[in-house]
């Protein structure tokens, strides 16, 4: 589609993983027989009709989308519902831009830049920061292929990517086969050849994020632990100190589990970073080229002198010298949905032509 490659929009002044892009087709044959032959309007009122008409963001957004929408990788499309070929077919492409400071300028630049009329459409949304959470989680799941043994490495350069989106995950990850806990780090990350070592709470966030994506798939979810249940999980957290840092002191793994949610979803960091059109694309490039890597479980890991006991002692807050726990803010998030109607106003029209 050349048509489609020279107007995209330009997002280059959006932090990495801010803006998400989605693609649904339209079949306008189906849309045009939903509005003449169900709804009995006459050709030209339906194509009026049909040029005011935009979908809803969760059908625009949705992965399974319903007649006359449909999502397709194919080059050369067919409308699953009837058949009906390219000319037929529309696209409309959505941007999903997170609101914040680190993107304010730049949308408003980008809307101001955008032609006039009905070819954009920008609708708003309010979410909650758990919501984009499970968003990002779900458009990760998607893009990983979890049969692979190589999305663990995946998920977990994903995951950093949005912790901290100034490093560049990409090209490190391209020589890393490992990711272990390190004992010595208490921030950050380091690399040594192949592995790369993880201070213990980007590490527990690491798991958590991969049991999150793992876990509709299997019993339980899978991480660089190997297969845990939550109730493993949630000890493990609480053997490297994770539970302890960032103020969870519940002991029923449901509260815990809410917590954990809810603190992933909402500290600072989270939030500002976000999740990942652009990256996760990549993503999928990476598990592509990344086959056959072999991913360590964790069963040769750094974890050395370290006795069951000591996690115990952890549990019960005893080290006078633990960090301050993240602030913990449960801010709503808003999404402003950039909808591009242009490829829809030109084919509708041209379709309604060959009608006349
Ligand atoms: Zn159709």
């Keep these: 589609m050349a048509t489609t490659k020279k107007r995209e929009l330009d997002l280059k002044d959006f932090p990495p993983g801010t803006v998400t892009e989605f693609t649904t087709l339209v079949c306008l044959a189906c849309i045009f027989d939903i509005f003449t032959k169900q709804l009995g309007l006459a050709p030209r009122t339906a194509f009026s009709e049909i040029k005011r008409h935009t979908p809803t963001t969760e059908e625009l957004t949705s992965r399974s989308a319903t007649r006359p929408y449909f999502d397709t990788d194919d ?82 350069r994903n995951y950093l990517s949005r912790r901290e989106p100034k490093t560049n995950w990409g090209e490190i990850f391209e020589e890393i086969r490992a990711v272990r806990r390190s004992n010595r780090l208490t921030e950050g990350s380091e690399r040594d050849g192949i592995r790369l070592f993880l201070a213990p709470d980007l590490y527990g966030e690491a798991i958590l994020i991969q049991y999150l994506v793992s876990r509709s798939h299997t019993h339980g979810g899978l991480t660089l632990e190997g297969r845990l249940t939550l109730m493993d999980l949630i000890r493990r957290l609480r053997y490297i100190g994770y539970l302890d840092r960032i103020g969870i002191t519940e002991r029923d793994p ?83 949905y950039l909808i591009d109607r242009r490829d829809f106003l030109e084919k509708s029209k041209s379709v309604y032509a060959s009608y006349a």
């Design 75 to 156: 080059k050369h499309p067919h409308c699953p519902y009837c058949g009906s070929t390219k000319r037929w077919l529309a696209r409309f492409d959505t941007y999903c831009i997170e609101g914040g400071k680190t993107t304010d300028a730049a949308r408003r630049t980008l809307i101001k830049k955008l032609p006039k009329g009905d070819q954009f459409l920008v609708v708003e949304k309010k979410s909650d920061s758990r919501a984009v959470l499970f968003e990002w989680l779900d458009t990760l799941g998607v893009n990983l292929d979890l049969t692979e043994g190589s999305w663990l490495l995946d998920a977990t």
């Design 254 to 336: 449901g509260e815990v589990f809410e917590k954990l949610i809810d603190h992933l979803a909402a500290t600072r960091d989270w939030s500002r970073t976000s999740p990942a059109g652009k990256d996760l694309s990549r993503g999928r490039a990476g598990t592509a080229s990344g086959r056959g890597k072999k991913v360590s479980t964790g069963s040769g890991s750094d974890r050395v002198g370290r006795s069951k006991k000591s996690a115990k002692e952890s549990s019960k807050s005893k080290t006078p010298a633990l960090p301050e726990p993240d602030e913990i803010i449960t801010e709503p998030v808003k999404l402003y």
